[in-house]
């Protein structure tokens, strides 16, 4: 993904429903992707990660999905908590030398009690 | 917590001056990479230290420079500030070059007036 503008996207919905964010990277050969949540005045935080030999990975309340067809990578939280309210970052990069991490834009979600 | 620490936590300089910040590794990873964080975008990548060499660069001028010490601690010099270097700089650590899971610290938050 590539960050553009000062605006996010933002997700609102209510306290106890599933939260769905969604991501499109730009590059092909990226093989590893992470979903990261900063908070307010906070670093970003490790949530999941998962390969490009794998299509799916669960977690806790989580679940990555990739597509690599469509470049596409979508984060889903179940039964969404007022603790959950972040911004959320996905971030890829691919095997090389230096791991760096490209990030996307970034999606504000809003929990509403 | 990540275990990676930055110091200090906010910073205040004026144009053209220098700025030093710095950044403990958690332990067992020697490896640390820098990132700037504008406000309403994603992190972008500065450079990566591996076992004290500089291992890759992202797009920012020679004026961004820095060091990693033989306890994988590592530092960030910004020479002849500008306005547009005000932003959150974030470090974070990983057990390997190689390894893509990155860990990262609170940030500094940098205002340059």
């Known amino acids: 993904g590539e960050s553009v503008g000062l605006h996010l996207p933002t997700l609102s919905v209510q306290e106890g429903d599933n939260s769905i964010i969604n991501c499109a990277y730009s590059?092909?050969?990226?093989?590893?992707f992470i979903w990261y949540k900063q908070e307010s005045g906070k670093g970003p935080q490790f949530i999941i990660d998962?390969?490009?030999?794998?299509d799916k990975r669960q977690g806790q309340r989580v679940t990555v999905l990739l597509n690599k067809t469509v470049k596409h990578l979508s984060l889903q939280i179940a039964a969404t908590q007022p603790g959950d309210s972040a911004v959320y970052f996905c971030?890829?990069?691919?095997?090389?030398?230096?791991?760096?991490?490209?990030f996307g834009t970034g999606t504000l979600l809003a929990v509403q009690p | 917590e990540t275990g990676v620490t930055q110091s200090p936590t906010h910073l205040i300089k004026t144009r053209g001056q220098q700025v030093t910040l710095r950044c403990s590794s958690q332990?067992?990873?020697?490896?640390v990479s820098w990132y700037q964080q504008a406000l309403g975008q994603g992190p972008q990548f500065i450079f990566q230290?591996?076992?004290?060499?500089?291992?890759g660069r992202g797009n920012f001028p020679p004026r961004f420079s820095g060091l990693q010490f033989p306890n994988y601690s590592s530092e960030l010099n910004v020479n002849a500030l500008e306005l547009d270097d005000s932003a959150l700089y974030l470090c974070?650590?990983?057990?390997?070059?190689?390894?893509?899971?990155?860990?990262f610290g609170p940030g500094t938050r940098l205002l340059v007036l």
């Open positions: 590059n092909s050969a990226s093989d590893y």
């Open positions: 998962i390969r490009s030999n794998m």
């Open positions: 971030a890829d990069t691919y095997g090389g030398a230096t791991n760096k991490l490209i």
């Open positions: 230290y591996y076992r004290e060499e500089e291992n």
């Open positions: 974070a650590s990983s057990r390997d070059r190689k390894q893509e899971t990155q860990y």
């Open positions: 332990s067992g990873h020697n490896t």
